[in-house]
């Protein structure tokens, strides 16, 4: 059967680094990938066939993050070592220092006119500098634990930092003040992001969770608990329809924001995935993990027009025989949507086709949606049905959720209960010891 998208399909995978990868970005003009590595090494990877790599070595300890310029003619890198590194992405491997930290450096991010780096640190600290001047300008310090990642908004006004106080913050550059905290994870929030419109931010959590708020309104709009085990990393796809996520369950995971659900979830690591993101254009996006890989996909489910999918999807549901096994079912993921459609415009998504990847460990991965039922004459539409199913599930999470929310109080209220009662209790020994005492002096 033909359908309109295909699969994403892992196109290359690399292996040098002698220790997890932590961090993996492309370069604008597509011809290389930078990644960092807790061996201590930034290497440069050239994506024409036959062309070597470049080890970089420079840092002292663990390389934490890297990111090319948005020029492509540097690479910033974040290490244990307490430092941050420029380097000329040629076989040289030449590079400059920055230091100010007194802790780790965990995060390096380029401003988008390329002038600026933030950076985020186990000094509890974000500190922001000038690229070419190679100069420390200020430090944001509000955080009361590690600070594990921060970015500039695509406009460069505002910085987003992710922590181990369990907080997210926004601030302004310009004022230096913090305009806002979002609070809602329950563990340490170890990555964060803008969407590309700047008007919403992601954040993955070791509480397994993602979440995606509007910073307009201040608002939660959805919460994502589609993986097992924590949440490394997040990237937007440069539509802004699309997030993608690594975690130590070894998956990474597609998600449509628009939709409100769960895409994909491909299987490619051996272990941990740590770092993930899309290229510029988002035709392609690169991951990282604990066993040392470097793995080159092709987006591929971005490339056609949404509407002619879900056609296509209800012209093969109505046209399959029960019990058919050309797509895989999944169960409704674990996500809710609290707010519909502020940021996120329709654009493309996915279809449902196989594929064959390659590579020396072929990655397995499923397609995620609810299963399609051809409506009877006079029926309900099978797309509505399906939303109203959809609708149902979001429900009965909901209602599950008050229902944890009326036990915690009761389980508040009778330990506070408890406490008044011991309060009485002490009090009235108390004046019954003091009593005789009292009566004893006269």
């Known amino acids: ?48 066939p036959q062309m070597r790599a470049y080890r970089f070595v420079g840092h002292k300890d663990a390389v934490m993050s890297v990111q ?15 430092t941050v590194r420029l380097w000329v992405p040629s076989v040289k491997g030449e590079s400059t220092v920055f230091r100010a930290h007194t802790g780790t450096v965990r995060s390096v991010n380029f401003s988008s006119d390329g002038q600026s780096l933030v950076t985020a640190s186990d000094d509890k600290t974000i500190k922001v500098w000038t690229v070419h001047r190679q100069k420390f ?14 970015k500039f908004s695509p406009d460069g006004r505002l910085i987003v930092s992710a922590s181990d106080d369990r907080t997210v913050k926004i ?39 993602v979440k995606v708020w509007d910073i307009r309104t201040n608002k939660l709009l959805q919460h994502y608990q589609v993986h097992s085990a924590v949440v490394n990393s997040l990237s937007f796809h440069p539509s802004g329809n699309y997030l993608i996520t690594a975690s130590n369950d070894s ?98 998504s996915t279809a449902q086709c196989s594929h064959t990847s390659q590579g020396s460990t072929p990655p397995s991965f499923s397609y995620q949606e609810q299963p399609q039922r051809a409506a ?32 915690r109080l009761t389980l508040t209220e009778n330990r506070l209960k408890d406490c008044i009662d011991n309060q009485h209790e002490i009090s009235f020994r108390l004046r019954c010891s003091t009593d005789p005492e009292g009566s004893a002096s006269h």
Not at 68 to 82: E, T
Not at 311 to 339: F, H, Y
Not at 389 to 400: A, F, K, P, R, S
């Open 68 to 82: 090319f310029s948005p020029s492509g003619h540097l690479v910033a890198s974040a290490s244990r070592d307490k």
């Open 251 to 348: 998956t990474l995971k597609i998600l449509d924001l628009v939709e409100g659900r769960l895409l994909y979830t491909l299987h490619g690591h051996q272990g941990p995935a740590t770092s993930v993101v899309f290229s510029r254009t988002g035709d392609y996006f690169a991951s990282g993990g604990s066993d040392e890989q470097v793995m080159v996909w092709r987006t591929n489910f971005d490339s056609a027009d949404y509407g002619e999918v879900l056609r296509s999807q209800q012209k093969a549901a109505s046209m399959e025989p029960r019990g058919s096994t050309s797509r895989v079912p999944a169960q409704v993921p674990d996500s809710t949507e609290l707010s519909h459609g502020r940021c996120f415009d329709r654009g493309p």
């Open 137 to 150: 300008l200020f430090s944001l310090s509000q955080h009361i634990n590690w600070v594990r990642c921060a």
């Open 171 to 209: 601030w302004d550059k310009n004022s230096r003040e913090c305009i806002y905290s979002f609070c809602e994870h329950g563990g340490y929030v170890n990555y964060a992001d803008f969407h590309p419109s700047g008007t919403c931010i992601a954040a993955g959590s070791t509480d397994n969770t």
């Open 1 to 48: 059967m033909s359908c309109a998208l295909d699969d994403p399909t892992l196109e290359r995978h690399f292996k040098g680094h002698r220790d997890t990868i932590t961090s993996v970005d492309f370069n604008c003009n597509m011809k290389q990938i930078a990644t960092g590595s807790m061996d201590s090494c930034v290497m440069i990877w050239n994506l024409k």
């Open 376 to 407: 009877p004459d006079g029926g309900v539409p099978s797309a509505l049905a399906s939303t109203l199913e959809h609708i149902v599930g979001q429900l009965d999470i909901l209602t599950q959720t008050v229902s944890v929310l009326e036990q």
